[in-house]
């Protein structure tokens, strides 16, 4: 696959504490948006499933995609989730912006003020 690079953001809960919350955040390279959440989806619940039957979670494909940091109990919201194309490959490289100039933390933060998150 020679798509491009995305970064999937879900919103997530935890299921006895629902005042938790967060986002999980999948990366991985795909075609098309679509094609990257269906492999974002298909990633956690593969993770998921190893998890709960007590194997170890997948390590991470070929094409970038994994699952990590699972959290047992916690509710990912797939109708909520956002796709973007994930531009952080130059902050990488000497003299790229700093993290805290990414688009990531800034949709992020939008985010959590919100009262959403």
């Not at 109990?73 to 700093?98: C, K, N, Q, Y």
Request: glycine share 12%.
């Amino acid at each position: 696959m020679t798509g491009t690079y995305f970064q999937v953001n879900v919103p997530t809960r935890d299921s006895v504490q629902p005042e938790q919350c967060g986002l999980h955040v999948f990366t991985g390279s795909a075609d098309t948006w679509s094609d990257a959440l269906r492999i974002a989806r298909e990633t956690y619940e593969a993770a998921a499933s190893a998890q709960r039957e007590g194997h170890p979670i997948p390590r991470r494909r070929q094409d970038g995609w994994g699952a990590r940091g699972l959290r047992p109990g916690w509710v990912l919201d797939w109708t909520a989730a956002t796709v973007d194309a994930w531009e952080h490959e130059r902050m990488f490289s000497i003299g790229g912006p700093s993290m805290c100039q990414g688009s990531y933390l800034s949709r992020e933060k939008e985010y959590l003020s919100s009262g959403e998150g």
